[in-house]
């Protein structure tokens, strides 16, 4: 045998209970382990002594005492397996609600929170963020027989690129000759900004003198 024995097999060896191999081969486990052998004789010296014992004789009323306990215990087996089987359908049924309590409750919550979110959307004051990149609204009006448009700190007739200009001073002597040829470009001195126009082919910008109101 590679391991102890066990106490069964050592107890059945001892009450002469296993086959012929079997004790052969416990009786020569015994011969070689020290731990096995050592608790063979624990058992067969507590078994001698039992044996030593004196005989007692039971009651005469042992009979009718077992018999009570008997039918006392099989009541009471039922009565106790009636309370499991009643238990056991109670913790299931409990389980049942709890779990059915979890799912409702748990719906509940999803739908506070969704009228919260709903109610603080219509509370909320709507924000408009301008796009950077969208164009920016263009002020116009047409004066001197012409459209202008605003672009930063001047007036630009459309069409017109306003890089290449020829500035034209009002109350200047060029302004002057501008006015007799073309009389309507007097608006422009009304402007409160430089315009800059086009006129027989060419850009200029007309801007006031500095300080001039």
């Not at 060896?13 to 731990?35: F, K, Q, S, T």
């Not at 106790?80 to 409750?105: K, W």
């Not at 017109?160 to 200009?165: A, E, F, N, Q």
């Amino acid at each position: 045998m590679s391991t102890h024995a066990t106490a069964e097999t050592l107890s059945a060896y001892l009450d002469h209970e296993l086959p012929g191999p079997e004790a052969r081969e416990i009786e020569e486990h015994l011969a070689d382990c020290a731990v096995c052998k050592s608790r063979f004789a624990g058992m067969k010296n507590v078994v001698g002594s039992l044996r030593r014992l004196d005989r007692l004789a039971p009651p005469s009323t042992l009979e009718q005492v077992v018999a009570r306990r008997v039918a006392f215990d099989g009541e009471q087996k039922g009565l106790f397996d009636r309370l499991e089987g009643g238990l056991r359908t109670f913790e299931r049924q409990s389980s049942m609600l709890a779990l059915f309590g979890f799912v409702v409750a748990f719906a509940v919550m999803i739908l506070l929170f969704a009228q919260a979110l709903e109610q603080r959307r219509n509370s909320m004051i709507p924000v408009v963020f301008k796009d950077p990149l969208a164009p920016a609204a263009v002020e116009s009006r047409q004066v001197a027989e012409r459209s202008l448009s605003r672009r930063g700190t001047i007036w630009v007739e459309e069409g017109v690129d306003p890089t290449l200009t020829r500035i034209v001073v009002v109350g200047s002597p060029a302004w002057s000759r501008l006015l007799r040829e073309h009389p309507e470009l007097a608006e422009l001195a009304s402007l409160d900004r430089a315009a800059v126009v086009r006129i027989d082919g060419e850009v200029l910008r007309i801007e006031k003198a500095a300080g001039a109101k």
